[in-house]
């Protein structure tokens, strides 16, 4: 019988974190060094270094900077909207990010079960009820959802931060759901 941990992280080629160039390879052990593991996420990408670089530079960008969305309302918008694309994975290890970063164990398996019953804030059902609209109808994206999140305190900054967290996440999705990318079973356990 196989267990979850006899199946493959990625369908794609996993490269070896000896063979990996040096700046992704220094990336992913400092990584390792703070988790105590290293997310499949870094591996699985790794197998094509120069899309590695652009992804976690732009993930970056939009998820460490400072501003009026707190880090864990943007790892909320990964959740929620991963959990519309199906996406284990990014539930999976952004759920134990979410946790950690909102001192709530709870909290990541209510937004990914559905965000509108979660115990949020009205500003962050209407934080994530725009990076849903971005995530399946961004083409329905009016006005009016900017007024909503203006009445709730959010600026045009942070509508373009929802609207591009949602976007970049989607892409996310899709690769980790082609690749089928297997979340670590430390994610799990972390925050709870």
Known sequence: MSTVTDRP?????????????????????????????????????????????????????????PGN?????????????????????????HGAILRIRAKNPLIADQIAANYRKADITPRQKAMLDFAMKVSARSHDVEEADFALLQKHGLTEDDAWDIAAISAFFGMSNRIANVTSMRPNDEFYALGR
């Open 9 to 65: 992280i990625s369908r794609f080629a996993v490269p070896r974190l000896e063979d990996l160039p040096e700046d992704i390879r220094l990336r992913v052990e400092a990584v390792q060094e703070k988790s105590g593991f290293v997310p499949n996420v870094f591996l699985a990408l790794a197998h094509r270094p120069d899309e590695f670089r652009a992804f976690f530079a732009y993930h970056d960008a939009l998820m460490e900077k």
């Open 69 to 93: 969305l707190s880090k864990a309302e943007r790892e909320m918008i990964v959740v929620a909207t991963s959990s519309a694309n199906q996406c284990q994975y990014c539930v999976v290890a």
